[in-house]
Structure formats: C-alpha cells, structure tokens
Nanobody, 117 residues
Framework: VQLQASGGGLVQAGGSLRLSCVAS????????MGWYRQAPGKQRELVAD???????NYADSVKGRFTISRDNAKNTVYLQMNSLKPEDTAVYYC????????????WGQGTLVTVSS
C-alpha cells in the first residue's frame, strides 16, 4: 500500500488548509493513522493520529486548531488545519503505526505547507 499526501500550499497566517492522505489499498484497521511533519533542520514529529475506532491524539502545539479524521471506505485520512501559524510550516506526511509501534507503510513524498506571517 502506498500513501499519497496532498493539499499543501502557501497560506497566510490565520488561514486554513485541508490535507488528504489517500492509500492505494485498504488501510489496515489495526493501524493508528497519523499525520507527521518535518520542518527544516528539525526531526519529524507527530501532529495528530486517529485509531480505527475514532480515538484521536494531538500534539500540544496544534490542539484546538487541527482536526484529524478518517474515512476507511475511501482509504483516506484528512487533516483540517485552521488558524495556521508560521511555525506550522513543514512537510507533512501520513503513515500508519502498527500495534507494535513501528510504521507500517513507507514514507511518501509528503506535502509542503508554508505559512507566511
């Protein structure tokens, strides 16, 4: 299964973007699907994740601004990003974490989000 992230772009601070991650096949129901980001010179970090049952988890820096959702019928995971800040600038990736805590899919190219001040 390959993951394709899209929806990034250039937006002004305070704006919104909706990212989509489409899987080429069925997403394993046991995987916790997540959005990750990597800013220049920084390590990749978890932004938000969601279980098959709908339980969500967010990084403190995005709580109240970002919303993750999952549509298993469409093999798609979304990230709605509101009130964007310049510090949200990064390449955003999606992946699925297995019950053993490792990533279940290859990292794709990601989608670049640039927030101007």
């Amino acid at each position: 299964v390959q993951l394709q992230a899209s929806g990034g772009g250039l937006v002004q601070a305070g704006g919104s973007l909706r990212l989509s991650c489409v899987a080429s096949g069925s997403i394993r129901s046991s995987y916790v699907m997540g959005w990750y980001r990597q800013a220049p010179g920084k390590q990749r970090e978890l932004v938000a994740d969601i279980s098959n049952g709908g339980d969500t988890n967010y990084a403190d820096s995005v709580k109240g601004r970002f919303t993750i959702s999952r549509d298993n019928a469409k093999n798609t995971v979304y990230l709605q990003m509101n009130s964007l800040k310049p510090e949200d600038t990064a390449v955003y990736y999606c992946n699925g974490r297995t019950p053993w805590g490792i990533m279940g899919y290859s990292w794709g190219q990601g989608t670049l989000v640039t927030v101007s001040s």
